[in-house]
């Protein structure tokens, strides 16, 4: 069954966004300022940030140190957008942090639970707290935490209404953060027309700090200085590169801030082994069909969904739905060439798009009324993509055990 929210966060609309931080503050002021309980990380983007704020968490406590990581969306439930030392949080810790905050009635879904994160770090008392932001950069809620080390992944189209119809204005939006930062750091993913517009001029690239290159069978090659080591990329994909690069640029910065102490390969690659990011192009079971889960959810994640369904030596059939904000024809045009055959669902989610206007863009695909039945009009293998909650509701199913 669908997870259900705490009661707390149940009249805190997830899409409500509000473009300001005073009340944030406001209400953490009203706690004792948690968001500054610990050193802080924060990483900023399009796409890629959850994947990199996730290697960089695994890194870090490779080495150590005790974390605390906040990401977004979640897929399953709301707990695995806290988590302290590898483990989400437990209802009954989340709902006491929430009850904490709940004479702050005016505070947003994200809002809420990005304080909540703040709090649960600080009563834990970890040594650095890895942060995901949610929208843009430079009105997002985990802004508060004025981190001191800020990564950028890339700068894509999603949320221009909200950031601005041109890449530039959207580039100088994700750049605040970075321009505050002590140790600022830009990924390889960042397109080098933007860099003006970041207007970080403290910032370094990721690969004056650290190169990372492509190997035969998904290994890397990780060079620093004169050291030098081979690993397996932790996430599957080639664009994942890049963020591992970034996260590794960042835990260099960590070094630097006196975080770490020196970083050790055999600990970075113990990390990586060891750490689970599903929906980046993992694979589960629903029933007793195997499918391929991947988050891309916007133009520039689809576009890295075909280039690596190309490399596969087989064709995938696809299951696809989104949410009603997103660019479908756009990403119906990128994916419909390189799979098979194609299915397109409703999810239950007020925001997601109708099944008529998937239809649309994907004039081939036969319609369902959700996931379950989306699968079973498609023969193996099948890859899903085009929304998290699609994700999300796969590893539902699969947890229920579900034949398709």
């Given at each position: 069954m669908p997870q259900v929210l705490p009661l707390s966060l149940q009249n805190r609309r997830p899409g409500r966004i509000r473009p300001e931080l005073g009340p944030l503050r406001a209400a953490l002021a009203r706690l004792g300022d948690p968001q500054f309980a610990c050193p802080s990380i924060l990483v900023v983007g399009t796409n890629g940030k959850g994947s990199t704020a996730a290697m960089l968490e695994a890194i870090l406590r490779a080495h150590g140190l005790r974390t605390g990581l906040t990401t977004s969306p979640h897929l399953v439930s709301v707990e695995e957008r806290i988590r302290i030392d590898g483990r989400r949080i437990d209802r009954a810790s989340l709902e006491d942090h929430l009850d904490r905050l709940a004479a702050d009635v005016d505070l947003t879904f994200f809002e809420t639970i990005t304080a909540a994160a703040f709090l649960a770090f600080a009563r834990s008392g970890v040594d650095v707290a890895i942060l995901e932001a949610g929208m843009g950069g430079s009105w997002d809620a985990t802004r508060v935490a004025e981190s001191a080390i800020v990564g950028l992944t890339n700068v894509g189209s999603d949320h221009a209404e909200w950031l601005g119809a041109d890449v530039m204005d959207r580039a100088r939006d994700k750049g605040a953060p970075l321009r505050s930062a002590r140790w600022s750091v830009v990924g390889p993913d960042v397109a080098a027309g933007l860099l003006p517009a970041v207007a970080a001029p403290e910032a370094v690239a990721a690969g004056d700090l650290v190169r990372v290159r492509g190997l035969d069978g998904g290994r890397v090659r990780v060079s620093r200085d004169t050291k030098e080591v081979e690993l397996e990329l932790p996430l599957a994909g080639a664009h994942q590169r890049g963020n591992l690069q970034l996260a590794l640029a960042l835990a260099i910065c960590a070094e630097k801030a006196g975080l770490v102490r020196g970083l050790d390969p055999s600990a970075v690659i113990r990390g990586l082994e060891n750490m689970s990011w599903p929906g980046r192009l993992t694979e589960t079971?629903?029933?007793?069909?195997?499918?391929?889960?991947?988050?891309?959810?916007?133009?520039?994640?689809?576009?890295?969904?075909?280039?690596?369904?190309?490399?596969?030596?087989?064709?995938?059939?696809?299951?696809?739905?989104?949410?009603?904000?997103?660019?479908?024809?756009?990403?119906?045009?990128?994916?419909?060439?390189?799979?098979?055959?194609?299915?397109?669902?409703g999810l239950n989610d007020p925001r997601a798009m109708p099944v008529e206007r998937l239809s649309a863009a994907f004039p081939a695909a036969e319609p369902a009324s959700n996931p379950k039945a989306g699968i079973a009009h498609l023969g193996?293998?099948?890859?899903?993509?085009?929304?998290?909650?699609?994700?999300?509701?796969?590893?539902?199913?699969?947890?229920?055990?579900?034949?398709?």
């Open positions: 079971r629903v029933g007793d069909r195997s499918v391929l889960l991947d988050g891309a959810h916007n133009l520039e994640g689809a576009e890295a969904l075909a280039a690596e369904l190309r490399r596969r030596p087989v064709t995938y059939n696809l299951l696809f739905s989104c949410l009603d904000d997103k660019p479908v024809e756009a990403m119906a045009e990128v994916l419909s060439p390189v799979v098979g055959d194609i299915a397109v669902c193996d293998p099948v890859v899903a993509a085009g929304s998290l909650r699609l994700v999300g509701r796969l590893l539902e199913l699969a947890e229920e055990g579900v034949v398709s």
